[in-house]
């Protein structure tokens, strides 16, 4: 009895709705006021950005880590300046970190993972030093990320300073 009633009050309610009624017009008798120019649209660039903002912090002074196994199987050393964490780019990214407050710069490859969290990624705790955020633990940089030849390049140029002022 009652899946009789509810059944008559689905299809009342089918009847009472309004059709909507969608015009038709025909695109022949509609006046064509644009050029019959082909106008080429930009293309998106599909690459994705080399550049990334956000808070970087660091690793490996008191914590634990150093001379534990990273992510890329070797053995992390918080006084190498070069390594760093990330949580998504591919192991081996090269880039360059620049501090956003000071202006320092520092050359890093991605040889770590490191949680998801609120950052863009964890330097060492030499790197950190370099950027002098040592103090503050967390400094707002941009990364950017650069070609194997010129963090190659930096590489050489940061290993002659530290010779040099060692002497």
Not at 13 to 38: D, E, G, I
Not at 142 to 159: D, G, S, W, Y
Request: charged content about 25%; proline content about 3%; overall charge positive.
């Amino acid at each position: 009895m009652r899946l009789k009633y509810l059944l008559l009050l689905f299809m009342f309610s089918f009847m009472l709705a309004q059709p909507s009624v969608a015009t038709v017009t025909n695109k022949s008798a509609q006046k064509n006021t644009h050029s019959h120019k082909r106008v080429k649209k930009h293309k998106k660039p599909t690459r994705k950005k080399d550049y990334m903002h956000g808070v970087a912090s660091y690793y490996g002074k008191g914590d634990g880590f150093n001379g534990k196994k990273m992510a890329n199987g070797q053995i992390f050393d918080a006084n190498n300046i070069f390594i760093a964490a990330h949580p998504t780019l591919p192991l081996g990214t090269k880039l360059k970190v620049i501090d956003d407050a000071t202006g320092k710069v520092i050359y890093v490859e991605i040889k770590d993972r490191m949680p998801r969290y609120n950052r863009v990624i964890d330097l060492s705790y030499a790197g950190a030093r370099k950027l002098g955020m040592r103090k503050k633990g967390l400094s707002y940089v941009t990364l950017v990320k650069i070609n194997n030849a010129e963090f190659n390049k930096q590489k050489r140029v940061i290993k002659q300073q530290e010779i040099s002022n060692n002497q």
